[in-house]
C-alpha cells in the first residue's frame, strides 16, 4: 500500500484524499448524524420510566391503607342477615325521618338487585318538611353507617308553599353472602358406595375325618 502511495503523482494524491475525504464526510452524514437525537430521546425515556417507577411506588405504599379502608367499609352496616336486610333499610330511613322532622308522606316497594358482591335494595320515598330539616335528612342519612345514599332527587313546594315535598329514590348495599366450600365432592346419584375393604382371613387347614383309614404302601 505504501509502494502503491508512492508510485502516484501529487495530483492523484490530492484526488485520491479528496475522495476518501467525501466518502468520510457522507458515511457521517448517512450513519452518524441521524442518531445525534438519540441521546436526549435515551434521557427523557429513562425519566419517564423513573416517574411511573416512582407514581407506582407510592400507590404499593398505600397498599395497608386502602386494606384497612375496606376492612372498614366492609364492616359498616353490610353484614345484615339476608332476613333482615328489609326491615333494616326501612328502619334506617324511619328512624332519620323523625330524627330529622320529616314527615314521610309515601312509601314505595323495596326492589332488589344484585351482583357478584353485592345485594343493592331501593326504595321510593315522598317526604314533607322544611328545607333545613330536608337537607339535615339526607345528610345524616348518608353520613350514617347504613351505607344508603340518594340516587334520585325531585323537590317541588307545596300547595300551601310552606314545606316542600320532595320525590326521592334511596339505595342501600348489603355484603351479599359467600357460599361455604364443601370439603368433600358432591357424590353422583345412583352411584354406588363404596365399603372399606375388609382385612384377609388366612384358610382355615382341613381336619381329617376320625373314620378315615391309610393304606400302607
Do not use: C
Amino acid at each position: 500500500m505504501k509502494g502503491y502511495w508512492n508510485n502516484l503523482r501529487p495530483f492523484e494524491k490530492r484526488v485520491l484524499v479528496g475522495v476518501a475525504a467525501l466518502f468520510f464526510v457522507v458515511l457521517n452524514f448517512l450513519l452518524v448524524i441521524p442518531h445525534f437525537s438519540d441521546w436526549s430521546q435515551v434521557r427523557r425515556r429513562k425519566a419517564e420510566a423513573l416517574g411511573k417507577l416512582d407514581l407506582f411506588q407510592t400507590e404499593i405504599d398505600k397498599k395497608g391503607g386502602y386494606d384497612r379502608e375496606v376492612r372498614k367499609l366492609e364492616s359498616e352496616g353490610l353484614a345484615v342477615p339476608p332476613e333482615e336486610q328489609d326491615f333494616q333499610f326501612a328502619n334506617a330511613v324511619n328512624l332519620q325521618a323523625s330524627r330529622s322532622g320529616v314527615r314521610i308522606i309515601q312509601n314505595g316497594t323495596i326492589k332488589n338487585s344484585t351482583n357478584q358482591f353485592f345485594i343493592e335494595k331501593s326504595q321510593g320515598i315522598t317526604v314533607q318538611s322544611g328545607e333545613s330539616q330536608l337537607v339535615d335528612f339526607l345528610f345524616n342519612l348518608g353520613a350514617s353507617n347504613s351505607l344508603i345514599r340518594v340516587r334520585d332527587l325531585g323537590l317541588r313546594p307545596e300547595q300551601a308553599r310552606h314545606d316542600l315535598i320532595a320525590s326521592i329514590q334511596l339505595v342501600a348495599s348489603y355484603q351479599k353472602k359467600m357460599p361455604a366450600r364443601s370439603a368433600a365432592p358432591p357424590r353422583t346419584p345412583g352411584a354406588p358406595i363404596k365399603s372399606p375393604p375388609s382385612s384377609a382371613k388366612p384358610p382355615t387347614p382341613a381336619t381329617k375325618s376320625p373314620n378315615s383309614t391309610t393304606k400302607s404302601p
